[in-house]
């Protein structure tokens, strides 16, 4: 089965910073998670334990597509 699990960083309208988890079927809209920190740092450890979690379980890293 070929899946796909995507991590977004960004800010949130509080002053804080939001890491936002997306993940299933490719083809599919999957499903959203939003996990909440006071600041980036901290999410950013978080965003990088569970890419070695996935990466750990046969996800493989994808560079990001380029902006049009």
């Known amino acids: ?5 995507r991590f977004k960083i960004e800010p949130d309208l509080l002053g804080g ?3 936002i988890r997306n993940w299933g079927r490719i083809g599919t809209f999957g499903q959203v998670k ?5 600041d980036n740092r901290a ?3 978080r965003c990088r ?6 990466i750990a379980r046969g996800y493989v ?6 902006a049009l």
Request: glycine share 0%; aromatic share 14%; hydrophobic share 45%.
């Open 1 to 5: 089965m070929h899946r796909f699990y």
């Open 17 to 19: 910073v939001q890491l």
């Open 34 to 38: 939003t996990e909440y920190f006071s």
């Open 43 to 45: 999410a950013l450890k």
């Open 49 to 54: 334990c569970l890419q070695a979690q996935k």
């Open 61 to 66: 890293p994808v560079a990001p597509a380029k």
